[in-house]
């Protein structure tokens, strides 16, 4: 597992070190989480890691394309290891819960704009806002 983080790292030639592979297995594992808990899942296997290491960890595998930086309006921004695939997120109102949400249709960028403005357009986002299971059900037992 880890020589394909490894390799993920090399593909876009970012040196191999053990903040970005900790970093990397984190969001695998734990998807659309803030950086608090980044952080303290990388401390729970490398407890030396400073708090600007993962920051700037963070930055770099975003600036490379291998962390997706998401931040629904209201919220704290969220990172995952899924990207290149253009897919949205459902967010519920009430908990704050993310889900991943494929593409609604098509080929990426998903949408097309009604009108463009001439830009080529390479990308959408969208986030689609509800109620989650878990909060659903707390509401109806209510």
Do not use: K
Not at 70 to 87: F, K
Not at 94 to 108: F, H, L, Q, T, Y
């Amino acid at each position: 597992m880890a020589s394909d983080l490894e390799a993920q790292l090399r593909a876009v030639s970012l040196r191999v070190t053990q903040p970005r592979l900790a970093v990397l297995a984190a969001l695998r594992d734990h998807p659309h989480v803030d950086t608090a808990t980044v952080i303290a899942l990388v401390r729970a296997n490398q407890p030396t890691v400073s708090h600007q290491a993962v920051y700037d960890v963070l930055r770099t595998l975003t600036d490379a394309g291998l962390v997706r930086r998401i931040q629904p309006a209201g919220a704290t921004a969220r990172y995952e290891a899924r990207v290149g695939d253009n897919h949205h997120h459902v967010v519920c109102r009430s908990c704050g819960a993310i889900a991943d949400v494929d593409c609604a249709v098509g080929e990426a960028p998903c949408l097309t704009a009604s009108d463009d403005r001439g830009f080529v357009v390479d990308e959408a986002e969208v986030v689609y806002w509800g109620t989650c299971p878990g909060c659903a059900t707390d509401r109806t037992a209510q």
